[in-house]
T-cell receptor, first 114, second 112 residues
């Protein structure tokens, strides 16, 4: 298996623009997680899905952030409008067992908002 | 609320030195515990995990960790580090919420 796939790997955008990050989980995995990593706050869980349904979005910073999982093999994290403080590395992870057994992480998307 | 604390933020060792990274968590119920490693420029990879049974867990690349329930600790150890172990190490706990809570991470720098 190719592992968790994320795109793009790097994104540079200007403040106010919409940003869409994409994730393809490992085939057969039931749970998908979005994390944000910054120097100041470390690794934070933003939202996670079980069987394509959002279970916990308490980590989503504010209404500018939204995530969807239209099917078992694809998820998006959207920021609209983006702000410089959103600059971070965004990781997607997936796991086989509901509730998050061992999570397998993607390579991440490094987002820079100017 | 569950939380994870990693005591050492930055550790510098010479090759062949022994390593111990501290991890404490706050949660009174049943937990699953993990150590992940992030090599420079790469994504997080699982080093080892504890769900139940023998509290001494062995992982990849010679790493091990010991779960001490009375101390709420899950410290990571390696008898002899190599330059290639230079990375950031994250302790994580999963309790009844189903979410993984990560510590702030420890940066390990191994000097050749």
């Amino acid at each position: 298996d190719a592992g968790v796939i994320q795109s793009p790997r790097h994104e540079v955008t200007e403040m106010g623009q919409e940003v869409t990050l994409r994730c393809k989980p490992i085939s057969g995995h039931n749970s998908l997680f979005w994390y944000r990593q910054t120097m100041m706050r470390g690794l934070e869980l933003l939202i996670y899905f079980n069987n394509n349904v959002p279970i916990d979005d308490s980590g989503m910073p504010e209404d500018r952030f939204s995530a969807k999982m239209p099917n078992a093999s694809f998820s998006t994290l959207k920021i609209q409008p983006s702000e410089p403080r959103d600059s971070a590395v965004y990781f997607c992870a997936s796991s086989l067992v509901q509730g998050g057994d061992t999570q397998y992480f993607g390579p991440g998307t490094r987002l820079t908002v100017l | 609320a569950q939380s994870v604390s990693q005591h050492n933020h930055h550790v510098i060792l010479s090759e062949a030195a022994s390593l111990e990274l501290g991890c404490n968590y706050s949660y009174g119920g049943t937990v699953n515990l993990f150590w992940y490693v992030q090599y420079p420029g790469q994504h997080l990879q699982l080093l080892l995990k504890y769900f139940s049974g023998d509290p001494l867990v062995k992982g990849i690349k010679g790493f091990e960790a010991e779960f001490i329930k009375s101390k709420f600790s899950f410290n990571l150890r390696k008898p002899s580090v190599q330059w290639s172990d230079t990375a950031e190490y994250f302790c994580a706990v999963k309790g009844n919420t189903g979410k993984l809570i990560f510590g702030q991470g420890t940066t390990l720098q191994v000097k050749p």
